[in-house]
């Protein structure tokens, strides 16, 4: 079975601080891992990776991948109350199926 | 381009009751996809369609049906709807070519409350 993780699994920060949020994964026939954004709503594209070592940059948010240890990070420098939300990392595997970790709860207070 | 579009927005439902959730794309992506998400948790695969004809199961399927008419439409069936079924669902949409596939656009979702 496909299993995504991630951790923590909530995080409260003060504005100004770098925050590292964690995913590892065990899938069968990986394609790729995809970072999202959930507001209280449906899930925003952030990132998607498909190799290792390549760090993808928006803004203040980077993420990078490790497909031999499994895993990826997603950065975010300078945190913004704007930043608070549930960061989604998911899996894609053959057949375009995705599976998600269960998300971490970022608070960034002012 | 409204994206992916979902309706009713909510819905509170009886045990027992039946309805469909709609879904409709209009980014003429080929694959469609149901999710749902309990409080405090991730997203879950309900049902997915690589095109119009074609419908498969995900992790969760039970409980539900899809049929996929047309390329625009994936409807979510729900036939006897029990307390388990209280979710919020969305429906996502993402293209066909092999560099962007992975990338799954998602509706505003359908909060649902079964009693």
């Known amino acids: 079975e496909d299993k995504v993780v991630q951790s923590p699994l909530s995080l409260v920060v003060h504005e100004g601080d770098t925050v590292t949020l964690n995913c590892s994964y065990e899938?069968?026939?990986?394609?790729?891992l995809l970072w999202y954004k959930q507001e209280k709503k449906a899930p925003t594209f952030l990132f998607m990776l498909t190799s290792s070592g390549i760090e993808k940059k928006s803004g203040r948010l980077s993420s990078i991948l490790d497909k031999k240890e499994l895993f990826s990070i997603l950065n975010i420098t300078a945190t913004q109350t704007g930043d608070s939300a549930v960061y989604l990392c998911?899996?894609?595997?053959?057949?375009?199926?995705?599976?998600f970790g269960e998300g971490t709860q970022l608070t960034v207070n002012p | 381009n409204a994206g992916v579009t979902q309706t009713p927005k909510f819905r509170i439902l009886k045990i027992g009751q039946s309805m469909t959730l709609q879904c409709t794309q209009d980014m003429n992506h080929n694959y469609m996809y149901w999710y749902r998400q309990d409080p405090g948790m991730g997203l879950k695969l309900i049902y997915y369609?690589?095109?119009?004809?074609?419908?498969d199961k995900g992790e969760v399927p039970n409980g539900y049906n899809v049929s996929r008419s047309t390329t625009e439409d994936f409807p979510l069936r729900l036939e006897l709807a029990a307390p388990s079924q209280t979710s919020v669902y969305f429906c996502a949409s993402s293209r066909d070519s092999k560099s962007s596939t992975d990338t799954q656009y998602f509706g505003p979702g359908t909060r649902l409350t079964v009693l």
């Open positions: 899938v069968t026939n990986f394609r790729s």
């Open positions: 998911a899996v894609a595997t053959s057949g375009s199926r995705l599976t």
């Open positions: 369609s690589v095109g119009a004809g074609i419908t």
